[in-house]
T-cell receptor, first 114, second 111 residues
Framework: KQEVTQIPAALSVPEGENLVLNCSFT??????LQWFRQDPGKGLTSLLL?????REQTSGRLNASLDKSSGRSTLYIAASQPGDSATYLC?????????????FGKGTLLTVNP | SQTIHQWPATLVQPVGSPLSLECTVE??????LYWYRQAAGRGLQLLFY??????ISSEVPQNLSASRPQDRQFILSSKKLLLSDSGFYLC??????????FGSGTRLTVV
């Protein structure tokens, strides 16, 4: 059974700081990994999707890496802004097939202070 | 472009009342659709998924049911709500590349 752990559970940083969020998983036989952002009381917004054959993906100030062999992914946020404050969720996609499912971590609550 | 709609945004229902939450997807055909629940202090739990009309798979035994009457419509239901059914319900579909897109969610409070 895939288990996903996100560390730290909460993080508070001053504006402008670069930061790294961590995600670890127990089963390396994944299809892909997706990072989401969730604002309070809102749905999930997809940030980055990394296929199992890829090592990293970048979008603006965000960079996500994937190391299947070690069961780890990181989300790097450069020059953080107060608007980045949210919960960040890591989700692992299992093996392919029509019943493809995501397994989520519990998230990291990020607060960026002005 | 593909969009996913979910309603209502919030719902307060008494214990024992019925429930119907609707999710529709636009801009795609024959999508894989999913219902997740997020309870306070817990992670996202997959409740149901559907690979086509009338095809429903349940992940956990519970007081809820799901139906897919049309290709792009996914409905979450209950005949009699329990207090433990309270939570944040999210509908999602799986796109090309197997990335997921989520709806805006429904906050259900059972009182």
């Amino acid at each position: 059974k895939q288990e996903v752990t996100q560390i730290p559970a909460a993080l508070s940083v001053p504006e402008g700081e670069n930061l790294v969020l961590n995600c670890s998983f127990t089963d390396s036989a994944i299809y892909n990994l997706q990072w989401f952002r969730q604002d309070p009381g809102k749905g999930l917004t997809s940030l980055l999707l990394i296929q199992s054959s890829q090592r990293e993906q970048t979008s603006g100030r965000l960079n996500a890496s994937l190391d299947k062999s070690s069961g780890r992914s990181t989300l790097y946020i450069a020059a953080s802004q107060p608007g980045d404050s949210a919960t960040y969720l890591c989700a692992l996609g299992g093996s392919g097939g029509s019943n493809y499912k995501l397994t989520f971590g519990k998230g990291t609550l990020l607060t960026v202070n002005p | 472009s593909q969009t996913i709609h979910q309603w209502p945004a919030t719902l307060v229902q008494p214990v024992g009342s019925p429930l119907s939450l609707e999710c529709t997807v636009e801009g795609t055909s024959n999508p894989n659709l999913y219902w997740y629940r997020q309870a306070a202090g817990r992670g996202l739990q997959l409740l149901f998924y559907s690979v086509g009309i009338g095809q429903i798979s349940s992940e956990v035994p519970q007081n809820l049911s799901a139906s897919r009457p049309q290709d792009r419509q996914f409905i979450l239901s209950s005949k009699k709500l329990l207090l433990s059914d309270s939570g944040f319900y999210l509908c999602a579909w799986r796109g090309s590349g197997y990335g997921y897109t989520f709806g805006s969610g429904t906050r259900l409070t059972v009182v």
